[in-house]
């Protein structure tokens, strides 16, 4: 089974639609983070969360929202969905070790995202 | 975190070593670098990281100047499944934040 699952991973949806992507994982890490990548781009980071308690925002948060249920669980939010959202979504664990995080960062499958 | 220079795309014959290159001429002395790969539309995935060693593991070696301003991923023995793009991303180890992606190296691995 996968250690990181992302669902749905493909959804279409119109402009003004709120739409909710889900990310679970298995592999105990504290931290977690959505990115967004566009075509022929590099991944951009959206949100990160150091724990259940801690979230922060990223390079390109407006738009969007998130939510640490649980520390195996981060939902990414748009509240109001337009079509330059349009996008493959990437949730991402890594873990710490006492103070120190690790830049190793294990990814999910992914959420291709088609806004109308 | 230190900017990174890559070639756009390259290509290498299967079962050749693949030699991507990587440029961070202002890497600061406690910045490691990473390379990661993302194979077609998938989650990027970790390969190796060093801070001024070389390193190896059962992917890839890593080999980083001296003067730490390039290194070289190397793949040994490429297959058709290392076509993939490639990132080298520095930063430093305790880094809070997420990794920050350039466009990296198009490594295309012929038959």
């Known amino acids: 089974d996968a250690d990181v699952t992302q669902t749905p991973r493909n959804r279409i949806t119109k402009t003004g639609k709120r739409i909710m992507l889900e990310c679970s994982q298995t592999?105990?890490?504290?931290?977690m983070y959505w990115y967004r990548q566009d075509p022929g781009l590099g991944l951009r980071l959206i949100y990160y969360?150091?724990?259940?308690?801690?979230?922060n925002k990223g390079e390109i948060s407006d738009g969007y929202s998130v939510s640490r249920q649980a520390q195996a669980k981060f939902s990414l939010s748009l509240e109001s969905a337009i079509p330059n959202q349009t996008a493959l979504y990437f949730c991402?664990?890594?873990?710490?070790?006492?103070?120190?995080?690790?830049?190793?960062?294990?990814f999910g499958p992914g959420t291709r995202l088609t806004v109308l | 975190d230190a900017k990174t220079t890559q070639p756009t795309s390259m290509d290498c014959a299967e079962g050749r070593a693949a030699n991507l290159p990587c440029n961070h001429s202002?890497?600061?002395?406690?910045?490691?670098v990473y390379w990661y790969r993302q194979i077609h539309s998938q989650g990027p995935q970790y390969i190796i990281h060093?801070?001024?060693n070389n390193e190896t593991n059962e992917m890839a070696s890593l080999i980083i100047t001296e003067d730490r301003k390039s290194s070289t991923l190397i793949l040994p023995h490429a297959t058709l499944r290392d076509t993939a793009v490639y990132y080298c991303?520095?930063?430093?180890?305790?880094?809070?934040?997420?990794?920050?992606f350039g466009k990296g190296t198009h490594l295309i691995i012929q038959p």
């Open positions: 991303i520095v930063r430093v180890r305790g880094g809070a934040d997420g990794l920050t």
């Open positions: 592999k105990g890490h504290d931290r």
């Open positions: 969360s150091f724990d259940v308690k801690d979230i």
């Open positions: 060093g801070l001024k």
């Open positions: 991402a664990t890594s873990v710490t070790s006492g103070r120190t995080a690790y830049n190793e960062q294990f």
């Open positions: 202002t890497i600061s002395g406690n910045e490691y």
